[in-house]
């Protein structure tokens, strides 16, 4: 099972932009799809983004799609989001996430077979 550690959240203002990381344990990480989930005070976690462990396949959620970018180096068994143009409605726990098989897609909670403690994003406007 790969363990997950988030960091790069904080308190950012409208507009600003926030780089979060995921260091990922164990030999096989290059061969999970990995995650990136939210959940606001309140409300249900959501998805926002994914990608295999072939580094050209993304997918976004719309809400954050053109702002937002998920990306990996397998060298440093990291997965990135790096988030542009923030929103009040962006503040939430992140969480990353890694699918439950390798070589297995990740399109929503369903597929998570591991999960990072979070990191809080405040977006004040």
């Known amino acids: 099972q790969v363990q997950l550690v988030e960091s790069g959240g904080g308190l950012v203002q409208a507009g600003g932009s926030l780089r979060l990381s995921c260091a990922a344990s164990?030999?096989?990480?290059?061969?999970?799809?990995m995650g990136w989930f939210r959940q606001a005070p309140g409300k249900e976690r959501e998805f926002i983004a994914a990608?295999?462990?072939?580094?050209?396949?993304?997918y976004y959620a719309d809400s954050v799609k053109g702002r937002f970018t998920i990306s990996r180096d397998n060298a440093k068994n990291t997965v990135y989001l790096q988030m542009n143009s923030l929103k009040p409605e962006d503040t939430a726990v992140y969480y990353c996430?890694?699918?439950?098989?390798?070589?297995?897609?990740?399109?929503?909670?369903?597929?998570?077979?591991?999960w990072g403690q979070g990191t809080p994003v405040t977006v004040s406007s």
């Open positions: 164990g030999p096989t990480f290059s061969s999970y799809a």
């Open positions: 990608i295999r462990w072939s580094v050209s396949m993304t």
């Open positions: 996430a890694a699918g439950t098989l390798p070589y297995r897609a990740v399109y929503g909670p369903a597929d998570i077979g591991s």
